[in-house]
């Protein structure tokens, strides 16, 4: 695998997605790049990342007090950058959620009050920081809210909106387009080129309220159930393990387990049987 790797050159006439369809390899093993952060980081951004899901509205000085509980004396300045760093925002009101400049791309959230009954009526898009043994990496992930199927997922050393938008085109692919599509205000989606391509695909767009914690509910439910059963438990070397981990957990979340939210079904079966 790594010979194959080396194979891949940046400069071919090529591009780098055909390269690595020809020679069998993912691209996360192509672009995966080790983060230069000291090991005392890694496991202090570790253990933020897993406080912060049972904790989604702390901030940096809470966030602070549980590192110094944990016997880890930091200054906010350094919290507040791996936090960034990370990703990671606490949930509460704020004034202005939105970097200047980036207001008129901000959508309304179109999900409340409505009745979901079917597949591909409504999708979720999130990226979440995913820690591994020597570094860390960010995960896109797209679920249909009807079946609570994961119908697209990409790895990538990047937080840019290239690294969504190319998820979400996969899916769409194999999976045909949803009616509307649901993600946060993060800076990926609240800029043109993702603004452009759902217009563009005559896709609705759905944006969470301001501090709302819900609104993204059921792909907040899946993270927790990869990292507590999986990412947590087995941390990954590189890119490709990482690759191969999670993708041998989404197949067991789509076909194996059942969830109470749709009546203790599988996802998979429900998807398919009116997709």
């Keep these: 695998?790594?010979?194959?790797?080396?194979?891949?050159?940046?400069?071919?006439?090529?591009?780098?997605?055909?390269?690595?369809?020809?020679?069998?390899?993912?691209?996360?093993?192509?672009?995966?790049?080790?983060?230069?952060?000291?090991?005392?980081?890694?496991?202090?951004?570790?253990?933020?990342?897993?406080?912060?899901?049972?904790?989604?509205?702390?901030?940096?000085?809470?966030?602070?007090?549980?590192?110094?509980?944990?016997?880890?004396?930091?200054?906010?300045?350094?919290?507040?950058?791996?936090?960034?760093?990370?990703?990671?925002?606490?949930?509460?009101?704020?004034?202005?959620?939105?970097?200047?400049?980036?207001?008129?791309?901000?959508?309304?959230?179109?999900?409340?009050?409505?009745?979901?009954?079917?597949?591909?009526?409504?999708?979720?898009?999130?990226?979440?920081?995913?820690?591994?043994?020597?570094?860390?990496?960010?995960?896109?992930?797209?679920?249909?809210?009807?079946?609570?199927?994961?119908v697209g997922w990409g790895i990538s050393n990047t937080l840019e909106s290239e690294a969504s938008i190319e998820v979400l085109k996969q899916a769409i692919k194999e999976h045909g387009k949803p009616e509307i599509i649901n993600s946060d205000q993060g800076s990926q989606f609240t800029c043109e080129d993702w603004v452009a391509y759902l217009k563009e695909q005559e896709i609705q767009i759905s944006m969470d309220g301001k501090g709302r914690a819900i609104d993204n509910i059921f792909i907040e439910r899946f993270w927790r159930s990869l990292k507590y059963d999986h990412v947590y438990i087995f941390p990954a070397s590189d890119g490709l393990e990482l690759y191969q981990g999670v993708k041998e957990h989404i197949h067991y979340y789509n076909h194996s387990l059942s969830h109470q939210g749709i009546g203790r079904r599988v996802p998979a079966e429900l998807y398919q049987l009116v997709a």
């Design 1 to 150: 695998m790594n010979e194959r790797c080396e194979m891949v050159d940046n400069q071919h006439q090529l591009s780098l997605r055909k390269q690595c369809d020809l020679l069998s390899v993912h691209r996360s093993g192509i672009y995966y790049k080790p983060r230069g952060e000291k090991q005392e980081n890694l496991e202090i951004m570790r253990l933020m990342d897993e406080h912060y899901l049972k904790h989604p509205t702390e901030g940096v000085l809470r966030m602070q007090d549980f590192l110094f509980a944990m016997g880890f004396v930091v200054n906010h300045k350094r919290v507040r950058r791996l936090l960034r760093l990370m990703g990671l925002m606490a949930i509460y009101p704020k004034k202005n959620l939105s970097k200047l400049g980036l207001r008129k791309y901000i959508h309304p959230y179109l999900l409340k009050g409505m009745k979901i009954n079917r597949p591909n009526q409504v999708w979720a898009i999130d990226i979440t920081y995913i820690p591994m043994k020597n570094g860390f990496m960010y995960m896109t992930a797209i679920i249909d809210i009807y079946s609570r199927y994961i």
